[in-house]
């Protein structure tokens, strides 16, 4: 469902992406975790195809994002850090407007704007100006964009970031909702959520994928992390303090703890 196979991203000497495989199977929420910097944006933005890998490349719903670029595209709500809203249009106008650049056929356009803002919540508010909306609102319009054309994919970066904790519960639950279809017919999403939020993960995922300083350091199972009474926090921690010990030290101490034993 999304494919990531050896992607990198370098800026000049900053390898922003190292390296990075994961895969995603259809109907999982994965976590995307690390702290800033570590490369979570530029990874997604390379699957949603607005930014080109150095090397490697991805799939998502079974489409190459080089040789297949629109229906790789098409395939993918995406959620970026900051949405491009329009702060002088409707709430209603916005979304169709995007329906439109997405291809959504015409005579099916209002239809699938509506559910967009019924599942979203934004049904009361359809007619406001964006501008004029609370930033969880504005959220909530951010994640309607991404689901209007109805794709089996979804791209989050870091959505909750800068709300209040109501509002974080909200878009929580109404990511958790998209994810598990809502019994009305519409589809599961794949979802891949971006967050520096441990309890967020927890909230939402069942499985991790973790990035530090653009490489992959995880990939489990939320269950996995976390049995015998670990926290995500703890191994969030030992992480970077690994990551730490290991700079510039060929054999990292736990390497060597292991042989010896
Ligand atoms: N356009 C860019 N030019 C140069 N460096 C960049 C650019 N975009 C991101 N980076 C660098 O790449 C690294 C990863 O950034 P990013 O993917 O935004 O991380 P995250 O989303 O995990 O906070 C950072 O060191 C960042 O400074
Ligand atoms: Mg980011």
Do not use: W
Request: charged share 25%; glycine share 10%; hydrophobic share 40%.
């Amino acid at each position: 469902m999304i494919e990531a196979t050896n992607l990198s991203k370098r800026y000049g000497d900053i390898v922003a992406v190292d390296d990075v495989s994961f895969t995603i199977e259809r109907g999982e929420v994965v976590g995307f975790l690390g702290p800033n910097g570590a490369g979570k944006t530029t990874t997604m933005r390379m699957l949603t195809g607005f930014l080109p890998p150095t090397e490697g490349s991805a799939r998502i719903h079974g489409h190459d994002i080089f040789d297949e670029p629109l229906e790789a595209r098409r395939a993918v709500g995406y959620l970026p850090e900051t949405p491009p809203l329009y702060p002088e249009m409707t709430v209603t106008s916005y979304v169709d407007y995007v329906a439109r650049i997405k291809d959504v056929p015409r005579r099916e356009r209002k239809a699938r704007v509506d559910r967009a803002l019924e599942r979203c919540g934004l049904a009361q508010v359809a007619r406001r100006v964006i501008g004029t909306l609370s930033k969880g609102y504005r959220q909530r319009v951010g994640l309607a964009q991404a689901i209007v054309h109805d794709p089996p994919v979804l791209i989050l970066d870091e959505p909750t970031v800068g709300l209040d904790p109501i509002q974080i519960g909200e878009i929580r639950q109404l990511i958790a909702d998209l994810a598990g279809g809502d019994g009305d017919g519409d589809a599961r999403h794949t979802v891949i959520l971006s967050t520096h939020i441990l309890p967020e993960v927890e909230a939402i995922c069942r499985r991790v994928v973790m990035i530090n300083e653009g490489r992959k350091t995880v990939d489990a199972p939320l269950a996995e992390l976390t049995s015998g009474g670990r926290t995500l926090e703890e191994l969030f921690a030992r992480q970077a303090a690994h990551d730490v010990a290991s700079e510039g030290d060929s054999a990292p101490p736990n390497d060597a703890e292991e042989g010896a034993a």
